[in-house]
């Protein structure tokens, strides 16, 4: 069964960096998309970036010029680096390895940015 475990979230202040990492396990994640969604309390969960096997990258207008996204086929392994976080970036950040059969979620890791 696959799984995939989050980690590197937490309180930050406004404009400082965190860098989220997603481990895939029971699963080769090298040919699937990978990516990251969040949720803030009282939103539904949008994509923040997504990169898929051949290394494309897409974003989310609102992190563009702010967050990176990339991957390491042999671990097995999505990050996410955030830089100039926003308040606004608050939320629980969930990994998703896209697969032609379901997804896969992480259990999500808490960020928050406030000062």
């Known amino acids: 069964q696959a799984q995939l475990v989050e980690s590197g979230g937490g309180w930050v202040q406004p404009g400082g960096s965190l860098r989220l990492s997603c481990a895939a396990s029971?699963?080769?994640?090298?040919?699937?998309?990978m990516g990251w969604y969040r949720q803030a309390p009282g939103k539904e969960r949008e994509l923040v970036a997504r990169?898929?096997?051949?290394?494309?990258?897409n974003f989310a207008d609102s992190v563009k010029g702010r967050f990176t996204i990339s991957r390491d086929n042999a671990k097995n392994t999505v990050d996410l680096q955030m830089n100039g976080l926003k308040p606004e970036d608050t939320a629980v950040y969930y990994c998703?390895?896209?697969?032609?059969?379901?997804?896969?979620w992480g259990q999500g890791t808490q960020v928050t940015v406030s000062s």
């Open positions: 990169i898929t096997s051949g290394g494309s990258t």
């Open positions: 029971g699963i080769s994640a090298r040919l699937n998309a």
């Open positions: 998703v390895l896209v697969t032609l059969q379901r997804n896969y």
